[in-house]
């Protein structure tokens, strides 16, 4: 157990000792972070797409999707998908059920920052469209997606933030490689130091986040420069 008394001594030990394992499980929190937001945003298209489509079971399909990983907690999904899912024979390794998820509860929520964004759309564009002879795939993917992409930058950017925030529920689980929360209770529970421990994970979390944000505002004056 480390005896230093100062936060900054505590923040120099721990730097010392243990800042090459910081970066590392900040890598893997980052790489389960964007897999997800990726995997996330591509399912949320998907979903999207399919509930804005003519055919009304489908929508409602859909609507109960979103409803339902919309409102569970991120960390009971993980739960069932590690310990229930293998007792119907369906087994699948920790990082893959972060990640896994992590998709499911992003895609609801993209889903439905899309439709936000198609909804701002002038509905006529859409009749002139049909007036055109384009099929609902062409009318989707030529005029409703990038003008709905237009209007969810900051959603978007939010969601993001969102899903790195929540890779830290790798630490309920035993990751092969352990992630930046995970590092938080060993290290806690090695050398008893709580708040200082804390403190330099939350910097690389809070870092991430302003990065993301910048990133996000950028975007989001380029994109109003194209409108």
């Not at 990640?99 to 859409?126: E, H, K, Y």
């Not at 809070?206 to 109003?224: D, H, N, P, S, Y």
């Amino acid at each position: 157990m480390a005896t230093h008394q100062s936060l900054w001594g505590s923040l120099v030990y721990l730097l010392a000792h243990y800042g090459w394992q910081y970066v590392s499980s900040y890598g893997v929190a980052l790489r389960i972070g964007v897999l997800s937001f990726v995997g996330g945003v591509a399912l949320a298209f998907v979903l999207t797409t399919l509930r804005v489509s003519p055919i009304p079971p489908l929508r409602a399909a859909i609507s109960f999707y979103v409803e339902v990983f919309r409102n569970i907690p991120v960390l009971a999904l993980l739960i069932f998908i590690v310990f229930a899912l293998p007792e119907v024979g369906l087994v699948i390794d920790y990082e893959p059920s972060v990640i896994v998820t992590l998709i499911l509860v992003a895609s609801a929520f993209g889903c439905d920052a899309l439709r936000s964004g198609i909804n701002a759309i002038d509905p006529g564009q859409v009749e002139a469209a049909r007036s055109l002879g384009l099929t609902f795939f062409d009318i989707v993917s030529s005029i409703i997606m990038p003008q709905a992409l237009r209007t969810v930058v900051q959603p978007m950017v939010t969601l993001f933030i969102s899903v790195i925030v929540s890779s830290s529920t790798g630490a309920m689980v035993p990751l092969a490689h352990t992630e930046l929360t995970g590092l938080v209770n060993q290290i806690n529970t090695k050398d008893a130091l709580g708040i200082p421990t804390f403190f330099v994970a939350a910097m690389f979390y809070v870092c991430t986040g302003l990065v993301i944000a910048a990133i996000g505002r950028f975007l989001e004056k380029k994109v109003a420069l194209c409108r």
